[in-house]
């Protein structure tokens, strides 16, 4: 298995933008780029090309369509780093549905706090579906007992729908994108309500202004699906740039965040972006013979963001990289809000 290459065959569409996500994803579909999915041990166990993720969205959204939703209709997605998840969300936007993505983790609480934020997510966005992958479907099931869901299931329990054949009707820059909800830092998540003219229009300012997305670039990121600069920031913008991305799931970085250096190292990426505890946690758990082995000189674009920027862990993290080749003027701060899609600045 190989990932998907950095160079491509397609231009970068620089004029005349998408104006729905929809839209980009059927021009991404034309090239070599895509997703590719990295394991807690650093193996590559999923590759998704645009042109597959395309494919595979749409065949999902007839069999989301069957199930007699009306468009506009909120689907939960229980967001882990996987490739079902993109697949979904996809095919939601294909089949008129609004995803709704969800957090992927348990909270210090353990189980019954987790199944509660679920539950009242659920009933705060009204979705009358819920996918969760396989570990966290017994959770998303109890918290929907009380809800009144046409379906929920598993990724295969949607796959053996019966196929439908019906037209997928094209998607209109006023409706609705997704639903993005809030960190909740300082009260309850609250969901935002995002059309594809806003979110198309801050992809353009974050491909073009903000980080300046050019061919030969390479993404790579930890950050997770369900959060604003995950989802946005290292998903949307990439496939509307038409570049490769390489994914290691939340939970890999924390246990072993020398992974995602390792992998920005090996596969040359230009572009990463996390906030500032992740840079502070990596230079705290690297070793200084690692960092020999690893050449980030690729890396030009360093984002920071998502917290409070403290320069003190930048500067210990440039000095322990220093000896790969990072430079610490790859460093961007940035700021947003899911309330404005993502970027305000950078």
Known sequence: MEPTPTANNMPVRNENFFSTLTEALDYAAQGQTGFNFYSGGGKLFAVLPYEKLQKEAQALAQKL???????????????????????FFFA????????????AHLQLGGRKPYIAQLERLLSDCQAELAMAPHDFLPFLTEAA??????FLGSPQDFDD?????????????????????????????????????EVMSNLWAIIKHGVKIRPGDRAVSWLP?????????????????????????????????????????ENKATLSISPCFGY??????????????????????????????????????????????????AFIPSYGMAECSLAVSF
């Open 145 to 150: 007992s009380g809800l009144n869901l046409r």
């Open 65 to 87: 369509i069957n199930l007699g939703v009306n468009r506009g209709s909120r689907m939960a997605l229980v967001a882990d780093t996987h490739p079902n998840f993109v697949r």
């Open 161 to 197: 729908l019966a196929e439908g054949d019906r037209t997928l009707h094209s998607t209109d820059p006023t409706e609705l994108a997704y639903l993005q909800y809030t960190s909740g830092s300082t009260r309850f998540p609250r969901g935002v309500m995002i059309t594809h003219k």
């Open 92 to 103: 939601c936007q294909y089949a008129g549905l609004i995803p709704v993505p969800l957090p």
């Open 225 to 265: 699906f369900y959060h604003d600069m995950g989802l946005v920031g290292l998903l949307l913008a990439p496939m509307a740039a038409q570049i490769s991305v390489d994914y290691l799931s939340t939970r890999d970085f924390a246990m072993r965040p020398h992974l995602w250096v390792k992998l920005i190292s």
């Open 280 to 329: 502070e946690l990596t230079a705290r758990c690297l070793k200084p013979d690692e960092v020999q082995t690893y050449d980030l000189r690729a890396w030009r674009f360093a984002g920071v963001g998502a917290e409070m920027i403290r320069e003190e862990p930048l500067r210990h993290f440039a000095y322990m990289l220093e000896p790969s080749g990072f430079d610490a003027r």
